[in-house]
């Protein structure tokens, strides 16, 4: 089986959506010589590009042990990262939250999520065995692990939800005339300019926009 | 490096200009009741999952309907079934439209939950969407039928959203009467109702005829087997093996620690109130992995987390937290049924 053709369309535009967003912000804190989480900005993109991969074939980039081998390196260097910073307990889970996602990009690779072998979408048909038109795909393998990260994700990207700022309309107003004249915006997005453009509110964002693509990939394969 | 709150100073936003300090979203500002906010958290992922399932390839395809919502049909009185057949036929006719925006409306109810500005919003939404689907997708949780059990998924899954719903809406309440998350908007009174009335039910539920018989407990376990991985299997297996003609048997130890579980509430003695709570969170667990299968998604038909996750998030809802008599703010006559959530004595 395979989900609708628009679908799988539209996930794999959001994850590369996030992954030229990630490329935006790089450029422009390096133009402009301003701070960006560039740790955070790296793997956003790397994820956009072999997570839009994993959803539609029209979006396959590098072989699979390749982004394999990417995954499981970066996970190694946020592992080690985290427990270099057991102090700050901020960037420990932040440093934590990446680490997880490198590993369930790498259990997808190694899992078999890929995108439908099928020719076409299997949407509004019989599927079953037994039924008219019967339609198969392939399925991961360990998939209780991927129940378990499908779970994890969803509660991730409540989490960040969650912890996201209300825009404030007043103070919204109030930083546009006080930042507007340096040139950048507040950094909670509420201002004009490169502080837009470095929102961090953005940057959260692009983790659900991901947990819940992730999530859809796994999810698909999860018979 | 933020007001009170929560707004990021103007010296903390330029410090990390500067490039000293990775720019990081921040944490989340101070909630009246934090526990209060982790459980409408547990409650907006679970409507995600929900919604997120609900993608899944088997959704859009004409199987769905009549496999999933024609299920609910059986047994059901006409009053139930017939519109469910409607519902049926304009799902199986528009599959890829329909699944889509109940997927669409279940996400957004979960993001809305975790959004504190759209929190109410969320909940509200919620308790809109609960009864058409508990109508329509899951006949009612099977109530309507003779065959209903905790075993099966009464009393639905989508009916739970509601109750955890309205016991978690945003309120401030305080006084000696908030002694757990569960009374803070409904009060002592009505959440004590709800409890007796959701676990009485289930209670009862396991001696209908239906679910006395013998083969009933390893039938139900037995079927969760189809497409799950071999560990689990496994586990499984043994579980049919072992409740293989017990049916009754462990029906009535069911039944007994169902109610046990309804009335511990009103027992003013803390220690059997968290005892009733922390068999119900068990039982929840149980529920789930063995008669629920997860809720069955190793099969790619699971159209939500089933019973067992809002069933034991209910029974966190009513734990009675330590120093709770300490908001006493307003003097009030104790009774009997008052201390039994406060969790004191009756001496």
């Given at each position: 089986?395979?989900?609708?053709?628009?679908?799988?369309?539209?996930?794999?535009?959001?994850?590369?959506?996030?992954?030229?967003?990630?490329?935006?912000?790089?450029?422009?804190a390096?133009?402009?010589?301003?701070?960006?989480d560039?740790?955070?900005?790296?793997?956003?993109l790397?994820?956009?590009v072999?997570?839009?991969?994993?959803?539609?074939?029209?979006?396959?980039?590098?072989?699979?042990?390749?982004?394999?081998?990417?995954?499981?390196?970066?996970?190694?260097?946020?592992?080690?990262?985290?427990?270099?910073?057991?102090?700050?307990?901020t960037?420990?889970?932040?440093?934590?939250?990446?680490?997880?996602c490198?590993?369930?990009?790498?259990?997808?690779?190694?899992?078999?999520?890929?995108?439908?072998?099928?020719?076409?979408?299997?949407?509004?048909?019989?599927?079953?065995?037994?039924?008219?038109?019967?339609?198969?795909d392939?399925t991961?393998t360990?998939?209780?692990?991927?129940?378990?990260?499908?779970?994890?994700?969803?509660?991730?990207?409540?989490?960040?939800?969650?912890?996201?700022?209300?825009?404030?309309?007043?103070?919204?107003?109030?930083?546009?005339?006080?930042?507007?004249?340096?040139?950048?915006?507040?950094?909670?997005?509420?201002?004009?300019g490169?502080?837009?453009?470095?929102?961090?509110?953005s940057?959260?964002?692009?983790?659900?926009?991901?947990?819940?693509?992730?999530?859809?990939?796994?999810?698909t394969?999860?018979? | 490096?933020?007001?009170?709150?929560?707004?990021?100073?103007?010296?903390?936003?330029?410090t990390?200009?500067?490039?000293?300090?990775?720019?990081?979203?921040?944490s989340?500002?101070?909630?009246?009741?934090?526990?209060?906010?982790?459980?409408?958290?547990?409650?907006?992922?679970?409507?995600?999952?929900?919604?997120?399932?609900?993608?899944?390839?088997?959704?859009?395809?004409?199987?769905?309907?009549?496999m999933?919502?024609?299920?609910?049909?059986?047994?059901?009185?006409?009053?139930?079934?017939?519109?469910?057949?409607?519902?049926?036929?304009?799902?199986?006719?528009?599959?890829?439209?329909?699944?889509?925006?109940?997927?669409?409306?279940?996400?957004?109810?979960?993001?809305?939950?975790?959004?504190?500005?759209?929190?109410?919003?969320g909940?509200?939404?919620?308790?809109v969407?609960?009864?058409?689907?508990?109508?329509?997708?899951?006949?009612?949780?099977?109530?309507?039928?003779?065959?209903?059990?905790?075993?099966?998924?009464?009393?639905?899954?989508?009916i739970?959203?509601?109750?955890?719903?309205?016991?978690?809406?945003?309120?401030?309440?305080?006084?000696?009467?908030?002694?757990?998350?569960?009374?803070?908007?409904?009060?002592?009174?009505?959440?004590?109702?709800?409890?007796?009335?959701?676990?009485?039910?289930l209670?009862?539920?396991?001696?209908?005829?239906?679910?006395r018989?013998?083969?009933?407990?390893?039938d139900?376990?037995?079927?969760?087997?189809?497409?799950a991985?071999?560990?689990?299997?496994?586990?499984?297996?043994?579980?049919?093996?072992w409740?293989?003609?017990?049916?009754?048997?462990?029906?009535?130890?069911?039944?007994l620690?169902?109610?046990?579980?309804?009335?511990?509430?009103?027992?003013p003695?803390?220690?059997?109130?968290?005892?009733?709570?922390?068999v119900?969170?068990?039982?929840?667990?149980?529920?789930?992995?063995?008669?629920?299968?997860?809720?069955?998604?190793?099969q790619g038909?699971?159209?939500?987390?089933?019973?067992?996750?809002?069933?034991?998030?209910?029974?966190?809802?009513?734990?009675?937290?330590?120093?709770?008599?300490?908001?006493?703010?307003?003097?009030?006559?104790?009774?009997?049924?008052d201390?039994?959530?406060?969790?004191?004595?009756?001496?």
């Open positions: 089986m395979n989900a609708p053709t628009w679908l799988t369309t539209l996930v794999a535009t959001l994850m590369v959506l996030v992954a030229t967003y990630s490329v935006w912000r790089l450029a422009v390096r133009l402009w010589e301003r701070a960006t560039y740790e955070s900005d790296i793997l956003n790397a994820i956009g072999a997570g839009a991969g994993l959803v539609a074939s029209w979006a396959h980039t590098l072989p699979r042990p390749v982004w394999t081998a990417v995954f499981a390196v970066g996970g190694v260097y946020f592992a080690a990262r985290t427990c270099l910073a057991r102090s700050d307990r960037v420990r889970g932040r440093l934590l939250a990446h680490t997880a490198c590993a369930i990009v790498v259990y997808m690779f190694l899992a078999g999520v890929a995108p439908t072998t099928i020719n076409g979408s299997t949407a509004g048909q019989f599927t079953m065995a037994g039924e008219p038109g019967m339609i198969l392939q991961i360990f998939p209780a692990i991927g129940l378990i990260f499908v779970v994890g994700l969803c509660f991730y990207a409540v989490t960040v939800v969650n912890r996201i700022e209300p825009l404030r309309v007043e103070s919204a107003a109030a930083a546009e005339l006080e930042d507007l004249d340096e040139g950048f915006g507040s950094m909670d997005g509420t201002g004009g490169i502080g837009l453009m470095l929102a961090p509110r940057v959260e964002v692009c983790r659900i926009v991901i947990a819940l693509v992730l999530t859809y990939a796994i999810l394969k999860l018979v | 490096m933020r007001d009170d709150d929560g707004t990021m100073t103007r010296s903390a936003a330029l990390e200009r500067s490039g000293q300090t990775p720019v990081d979203p921040g989340p500002a101070a909630s009246p009741s934090p526990a209060r906010r982790r459980l409408q958290l547990v409650l907006a992922g679970l409507w995600l999952l929900d919604g997120m399932l609900k993608l899944q390839p088997y959704m859009f395809t004409k199987n769905f309907a009549p999933t919502i024609g299920a609910t049909t059986q047994g059901a009185p006409f009053w139930l079934a017939d519109p469910i057949d409607w519902a049926k036929r304009i799902v199986s006719a528009h599959p890829v439209g329909t699944m889509a925006l109940f997927a669409l409306v279940e996400i957004g109810i979960g993001l809305a939950i975790a959004y504190r500005p759209t929190l109410k919003q909940l509200i939404a919620c308790l969407w609960v009864p058409f689907l508990w109508f329509f997708a899951e006949g009612l949780g099977g109530l309507a039928t003779s065959t209903a059990g905790p075993l099966d998924g009464a009393p639905g899954a989508s739970l959203y509601g109750v955890l719903a309205v016991l978690l809406w945003p309120a401030d309440r305080s006084g000696r009467a908030v002694t757990s998350e569960a009374v803070r908007f409904v009060g002592t009174r009505a959440a004590r109702i709800v409890w007796v009335a959701l676990w009485g039910l209670a009862a539920l396991c001696l209908l005829p239906a679910d018989e013998p083969g009933s407990v390893s139900t376990i037995a079927g969760n087997v189809v497409g991985p071999k560990g689990y299997v496994w586990l499984l297996d043994q579980a049919t093996k409740t293989a003609g017990r049916g009754a048997e462990i029906d009535a130890v069911l039944a620690l169902l109610a046990f579980v309804a009335v511990s509430i009103l027992v003695r803390r220690r059997v109130v968290r005892a009733g709570i922390v119900a969170v068990v039982l929840a667990a149980l529920v789930w992995v063995f008669a629920e299968g997860f809720g069955m998604p190793f038909m699971a159209t939500d987390p089933d019973t067992g996750p809002l069933l034991a998030a209910i029974a966190v809802a009513f734990w009675p937290a330590a120093g709770r008599r300490a908001e006493i703010s307003e003097p009030a006559v104790a009774t009997v049924p201390i039994a959530l406060e969790g004191g004595s009756a001496k």
